[in-house]
Each structure stands twice: as structure tokens, then as C-alpha cells.
Nanobody
Framework: QVHLVESGGGSVQSGGSLRLSCAASGSAYSTYTMAWFRQAPGKEREGVAFINTDGSTRYVDSVKGRFTISRDTAKNTLYLQMNSLKPEDTAMYYC??????????????WGQGTQVTVSS
């Protein structure tokens, strides 16, 4: 079992930056794939960034070059550095563990979410 808690969301102006964190508790954290998803009002949840156990990463096209996913296994923490934020990045952001890339239904563990709001 893995318990996930996100933090770091907030309100920022367009062009600004935020860093989201996802603290994981439980065993075998380092053996799990991890991902960030987001859901904007009225839209389906979408995968944003994925990191494998070997450190390889994958991003949705809309955030490539602006977002960076990373993990600190010593601290059991997942991060999402978000730069050059745009109003369309406004959403509730969730971290998830133990799934396959951006296939939402494959993820067994989810955090409660942290809100990111970007104003123009």
C-alpha cells in the first residue's frame, strides 16, 4: 500500500512557476512507476508527466519543455516543476503510483489532489 499526499499548488500569473510535491508513505516506493495527472473543470483527467523506475520520463505534448518530473527515492517524494505556466494549465493536479504511462485505469494509488490556478 502507498499513501500519497500532494502539496505545492496555488495561484500564479501566466509565465510563473510552481513546484508540486507528492509525499509517499508505505513500502517499496522506489519500485513504483509514478505519474502526474490533471483535471480541469468540465474536462476529463489527463496524464501530464510520467517517470519510470529507471528514471526515464514521458510528457504530454502540451507541457514538453515547460514541466519536469523527478523523484527523490531517499525522501519518498515525487516532484513536478512547472515553468512558463499558462492559463490552460489551470487544473487539479494528482499524483499516482504503480501504473502504466498515462493509462489512468492502471493506477492503483492516488493522492487527493492540489489545485493550480494560472491567471492571465
Amino acid at each position: 500500500q502507498v499513501h500519497l499526499v500532494e502539496s505545492g499548488g496555488g495561484s500564479v500569473q501566466s509565465g510563473g512557476s510552481l513546484r508540486l510535491s507528492c509525499a509517499a508513505s508505505g513500502s517499496a516506493y522506489s519500485t513504483y512507476t509514478m505519474a502526474w495527472f490533471r483535471q480541469a473543470p468540465g474536462k476529463e483527467r489527463e496524464g501530464v508527466a510520467f517517470i519510470n523506475t529507471d528514471g526515464s520520463t514521458r510528457y504530454v505534448d502540451s507541457v514538453k519543455g515547460r514541466f519536469t518530473i523527478s523523484r527523490d527515492t531517499a525522501k519518498n517524494t515525487l516532484y513536478l516543476q512547472m515553468n512558463s505556466l499558462k492559463p490552460e494549465d489551470t487544473a487539479m493536479y494528482y499524483c499516482a503510483a504503480a501504473g502504466s504511462y498515462f493509462v489512468e485505469r492502471t493506477y492503483n494509488f492516488w493522492g487527493q489532489g492540489t489545485q493550480v490556478t494560472v491567471s492571465s
